[in-house]
């Protein structure tokens, strides 16, 4: 299967500070990234959709002046969390595009912010 | 109303049961998948199916199209089997389960 890396896989920062997420596929090329969000007991929620050399696309209710997102190249896609808050702690996860098939992720990032 | 409803939403069995987990939709779909998350965080892609059967070792999932139901079942369930079970589907994007938590009791 596909080979999908995210760093850091856990993180712990201070409130305002701001915080990068990295995802890369390993062994193809993902014209299109997921970043999704789960918070404890929940589902995982669609947050944006970025597309390599394009602006990412957010979900209602997402603010993407808050979670930057740039696809700069075919194997790398970055969140970056800008001016965290307490509330932005979660588990942000993405998972490459591609068409229908079969769905891969990253290994998750749990972000901690005090 | 969520586009993608699982049940149970818990599940305690011992070593060695039957377990299956339901899933129901209600947005067309292409596909539908099940994936496992561990207790780190990590998900893995068990099934993708749109239609009939699939089964890989202890593991076998259906698909209804026309009902628009699924199932997971686990045969002769182990300890290491514990996770959280997520059913996804799909479609123009995914849309996600909010996941089973099965714990399999030695």
């Known amino acids: 299967g596909a080979v999908v890396s995210q760093h850091p896989s856990r993180v712990i920062c201070k409130s305002g500070t701001s915080v990068k997420i990295e995802c890369r596929s390993l062994?193809?090329?993902?014209?299109?990234m997921f970043w999704y969000r789960q918070f404890p007991k929940q589902s995982l929620m669609l947050m944006a959709t970025?597309?390599?050399?394009?602006?990412?696309?957010?979900e209602q209710g997402v603010e993407k002046d808050k979670f930057l997102i740039n696809h700069a190249s075919l194997t790398l896609s970055t969140l970056t969390v800008t001016s965290a808050h307490p509330e932005d702690s979660s588990f942000y996860i993405c998972?490459?595009?591609?068409?229908?098939?079969?769905?891969?992720f990253g290994q998750g990032t749990r972000l901690t912010v005090v | 109303k969520n586009e993608v409803e699982q049940s149970p939403q818990n599940l305690t069995a011992q070593e060695g049961e039957f377990i299956t987990i339901n899933c129901s939709y209600s947005?067309?779909?292409?596909?539908l998948h099940w994936l496992q998350q561990h207790p780190g965080g990590g998900i893995v892609s068990l099934f993708m199916?749109?239609?009939g059967k699939k089964k890989h070792g202890r593991l076998i999932a259906t698909i209804n199209i026309q009902e628009k139901h699924s199932s997971l079942h686990i045969t002769a369930s182990h300890p290491r089997d514990s996770a959280v079970y997520i059913c996804?589907?799909?479609?123009?994007?995914?849309?996600f389960g909010t996941g089973t938590s099965l714990t399999v009791i030695p």
């Open positions: 998972s490459p595009g591609r068409g229908n098939t079969e769905a891969f």
């Open positions: 062994d193809f090329q993902a014209t299109t």
């Open positions: 970025s597309n390599e050399g394009s602006k990412a696309t957010y």
């Open positions: 947005v067309g779909i292409s596909a």
């Open positions: 199916l749109s239609s």
């Open positions: 996804a589907v799909s479609g123009n994007q995914f849309y």
